[in-house]
């Protein structure tokens, strides 16, 4: 097994992972392509070969499969394979490709899960790097072995600051997740607290999830919103069982309202599942998915009632630092800044 530093590959892992999503994207628009694996990870030492994760509804993977087959990929023999995950690799470029075809909310999320705890904890990247370099005389099986006991360990429940923390996943609503959404959505708290789950759900999508669904990467985008309103992106936030826990509304730019009292995101949990760790999980994704999606954002507001316990902890527990209090419509709000750069 040889090991290359990050500088020796990584340039040429994204060029190839841009154009493939490029391709995938131009089949599938509504798959998720993301770069996983050593090589998505500043940093990481790595054979130099190229994983990505395509997610689609499970009624699409098959159909899927016969897709990325045209592209010159093949199943790889003797790797797991069920009906929400398939791995397939192509000898057609200079390095090695696999992508791994998994269905959206299975297990197999769990790619991302790895991926996005290695990027955010350096002792992490520190000791998996440590395994790598420590493999170099192992045959690929013997590697294979020992990575994956690592990854398993990993993924249990990991303790932060003496803390249990649970794992999040954000992405956007597919089909698949319909009775999901209706059952947390239609939750009688979220009438008695005063909060909406979803925004826009009735305004504009008339409660009807496929409009929903459609239209919501259109949010992002500033289309179909009030015009007063910024352009905003509303992800589902999923647990490591695949039950949809809560959501996010990332705000990509401060109006005055926001400024004052709603800031850049905005975060729910679903009633049956609070006081799990599962907000404090929401915002931390949340600030990834900013530091990767918008960088020019350097640091990002989030505000609450003073009185609202749950929400005060969960931006401390992400390092809000409290620039003042308000008083909003009778009601003190607290307004947190968490810089992104330290
Ligand atoms: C506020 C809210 C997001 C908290 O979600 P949650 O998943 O229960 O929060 P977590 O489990 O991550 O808990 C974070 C911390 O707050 C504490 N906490 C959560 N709810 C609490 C409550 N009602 N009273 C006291 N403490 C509470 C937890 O014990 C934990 O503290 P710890 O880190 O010291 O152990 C959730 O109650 C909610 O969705 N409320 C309605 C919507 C809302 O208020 N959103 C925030 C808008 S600013």
């Known amino acids: 097994m040889k090991f290359l530093k990050p500088s020796e590959y990584q340039s040429q892992t994204s060029e190839i992972f841009i154009s493939l999503k490029k391709k995938v994207h131009s089949f599938l628009p509504l798959a998720r392509v993301e ?35 045209s592209f010159g990929f093949e199943i790889k023999q003797g790797t797991l394979r069920t009906d929400e995950l398939c791995m397939l690799i192509s000898a057609s470029y200079p390095i090695e490709v696999a992508i791994q075809v998994v269905a959206n909310g299975s297990v197999f999320e769990n790619f991302l899960i790895f991926r996005d705890l290695l990027q955010s904890d350096v002792v992490l990247k520190n000791e998996y790097n440590q395994l790598k370099e420590s493999s170099a005389g192992l045959t690929e099986d013997d590697y294979r072995l ?13 303790s932060v600051n003496g803390k249990k923390e649970s794992h999040i996943i954000l992405r956007q609503l597919t089909l698949a997740d319909k009775n999901k959404f209706l059952e947390a959505n239609d939750d009688p708290s979220w009438m008695k607290e005063g909060f ?53 509304s990332i705000r990509h730019e401060l109006n005055t309202h926001l400024l004052n009292i709603g800031g850049h995101v905005g975060y729910a949990v679903v009633p049956k599942h609070r006081r799990k760790g599962y907000a404090t999980g929401i915002l931390k994704e949340s600030l990834n998915y900013i530091r990767k999606h918008f960088p020019q954002i350097k640091k990002v507001l989030v505000t609450c009632d003073a009185s609202n316990i749950g929400s005060k902890k969960t931006i401390e527990a992400n390092r809000g630092v409290l620039e003042n209090s308000i008083t909003y419509e009778g009601k003190e709000k607290l307004r947190y800044w968490i810089y992104l750069s330290s």
């Open 35 to 69: 770069h996983i694996g050593s090589s998505a990870i500043e940093g990481m030492v790595s054979k130099g070969d190229l994983d990505i994760f395509l997610g689609v509804d499970k009624e699409a993977h098959t159909s899927t499969l016969e897709i990325i087959k």
């Open 146 to 158: 020992k990575k994956s006991a690592f990854i398993e360990n990993i993924l249990k429940v990991r």
């Open 196 to 248: 909406i789950f979803a925004h826009y759900w009735e305004s504009i999508a008339n409660q009807d999830f496929e409009k929903f669904v459609k239209l919501s990467p259109d949010f992002a985008k500033g289309l179909h919103i009030p015009p007063e309103h910024v352009p905003c992106t509303i992800l589902a936030a999923f647990n490591e069982d695949g039950d949809l826990v809560g959501r996010t």
